[in-house]
């Protein structure tokens, strides 16, 4: 499926948000993202910066209940 690119001055308000964690802290998780944020859809905010031209890396995990998880930060360039 074709998706145009995103300006990176018109990222939605939460896509900033994100990026603004990413910037300030380093990275992120969907936990982090929904309980600090309360961001729903941190993949989806993650695709939104990486159209606007953020290099984003995804780390796969697990925890110690043996839960997976996606730890999200920027790539440094």
Do not use: C, F, N
């Not at 300030?24 to 905010?45: D, P, Q």
Request: hydrophobic letters at 35%; a positive charge.
């Amino acid at each position: 499926m074709y998706r145009s690119p995103i300006i990176a001055g018109s990222l939605t308000p939460q896509a900033q948000i994100v990026l603004g964690h990413l910037r300030k802290v380093g990275s992120i998780t969907a936990v982090e993202a929904a309980a600090v944020h309360r961001v729903r859809s941190l993949s989806r905010r993650i695709t939104e910066v990486q159209d606007a031209g953020y290099p984003v890396r995804k780390e796969h995990k697990r925890d110690t209940t043996g839960q997976r998880y996606v730890r999200y930060s920027l790539e440094s360039v």
